[in-house]
C-alpha cells in the first residue's frame, strides 16, 4: 500500500490546493529543518573572548 492510497483513504483527496501531496511533504519537512536550524542556532552561547 502506498501513502497516497492512506492518505486517500483517510482524507479523501491527494491533493490541497491544486497541489500534489509530495508538494506539501517535502514543504514541510523543509519547514522542520529551517525551524530545528534556527532552535539550534538560537540556543547556542556566544564564545567569551580569552
Do not use: H, R, S
Not at 492512506?6 to 522542520?32: E, N, P, Q
Not at 525551524?35 to 552561547?45: D, S
Amino acid at each position: 500500500m502506498t501513502w497516497a492510497n492512506i492518505w486517500m483513504k483517510v482524507f479523501g483527496t491527494t491533493t490541497l490546493c491544486g497541489l500534489d501531496m509530495g508538494f506539501w511533504v517535502a514543504i514541510a519537512a523543509v519547514f522542520l529543518i529551517v525551524v530545528l536550524m534556527n532552535v539550534v542556532f538560537w540556543g547556542m552561547k556566544p564564545k567569551k573572548p580569552d
